[in-house]
């Protein structure tokens, strides 16, 4: 059985599989729905079922508040219909945006390196090739479980057959654990995506910064990356925060890029006030980029991906700075140890 969904207010219909999300099928067929989490965890896919009903599986009470349920609102990353139904997104259009379809591939590891204590970077090649945009992420299927692990794509998307993920340790979690300890050269995993909308915005031909915590280094390395094999002339500063300097992965790469690129800039920051064993910055990589920047970062485009305590500090940062909603885009990496976190606040639309 499948059920009709008509999207508002652009018109877009989809067909939606028994037991199937609404998300998986919007995106599948080359519709474009708002998603971060993938899990019910962040609210940023909260729709309105305007007519029919769906299941709203499980959706976090945070991400989704009673007033949401009670004005008939869903999360589309784990709402499942349960007839044909009418629904109502904030869609904005974006002119960098490329209609690609999520599909599955088989990922065959080439290469396990210990990128951290904490972080290894898994190197894949795929049975296809992939299309994607580099700052998109992926959702990585360990054998025994049903629910995949969202993972950013850490190489260019000049590279379509073979991709890396870094995948930090959750010494709790149940996915991450395994995947460090078992994983090697020859495993095969289910792998399904692209998804995301963290992407460069190349119309805007301005000066970039990203900022990167811990494993959130994935996307705007290859974002970086992409954008220097491309020819990009635009100045591009990143700036890295991690625990200690053992976690200051692809330090030396980045360096190496400086030397290359006159257009890019490498700023490491180590939040360990008394580390010993560092000279560099040493704090939030936020006031690292207001002391770079001089308390003024107007003209540029921001691109941030960490935990989200990270982005909060950044981002208050760059408002400081000068900079605010419509040049900021960025990434949060969610677990379900965020279900319990507090919503955004409804003044910002894309933050």
């Known amino acids: 059985m499948c059920y009709k969904i008509i999207i508002e207010p652009t018109g877009d219909e989809i067909t939606v599989n ?63 219909p349960k007839e044909d139904c009418v629904i109502e997104a904030d869609v904005d259009e974006d002119p960098d945006s490329k209609s690609i379809l999520v599909r599955d591939f088989e990922g065959t590891v080439i290469e396990v390196k210990d990128l951290t ?79 995301g909308r963290f992407f460069i915005r190349e119309s805007a031909q301005k000066p970039m910064i990203f900022f990167a915590g811990g494993s959130g280094l994935s996307s705007p390395k ?50 360990d006030e008394n580390a010993t064993d560092w000279d560099g910055e040493k704090g939030y990589v936020g006031d690292a980029a207001l002391k770079v920047f001089e308390n003024n970062f107007m003209g540029h485009k921001a691109y941030l991906c960490g935990p989200p305590p990270m982005i909060e500090s950044c981002i208050s940062c760059l408002f400081k700075g000068r900079l605010f909603e419509r040049d900021i885009y960025l990434e949060k990496f969610f677990s379900k140890a965020d279900q319990n976190s507090t919503p955004k606040s409804p003044f910002f639309k894309s933050i």
């Open 117 to 195: 204590p904490r972080i290894k970077g898994i190197v894949l090649e795929l049975n296809e090739e992939i299309e994607f945009q580099a700052g998109q992420y992926v959702q990585f299927y360990y054998p025994g479980f049903d629910e995949g692990k969202s993972f950013s794509i850490a190489t260019s998307s000049n590279n379509k057959k073979v991709i890396e993920l870094n995948i930090s340790i959750v010494p709790d979690g149940e996915v991450t654990p395994l995947i460090h300890q078992n994983t090697k050269v020859g495993d095969k995993f289910r792998i399904v995506g692209p998804y």
């Open 18 to 80: 028994e037991g199937q999300t609404i998300l998986d099928a919007a995106l599948r067929q080359g519709v474009y729905l708002p998603h971060a989490c993938s899990h019910g965890l962040c609210g940023t896919c909260k729709v309105e079922v305007l007519e029919g009903q769906v299941d709203l599986g499980e959706a976090s009470p945070f991400a989704l508040l009673d007033i949401d349920r009670d004005e008939n609102k869903c999360l589309v990353c784990v709402a499942v």
């Open 222 to 271: 290859a974002m970086i990356e992409e954008q220097l094999e491309n020819g990009c002339k635009h100045p591009m500063a990143l700036f890295h925060g991690a625990r200690s300097v053992d976690e200051l992965y692809y330090a030396d790469l980045f360096r190496a890029y400086e030397k290359k690129y006159d257009n890019f800039k490498y700023y490491p920051v180590i939040s």
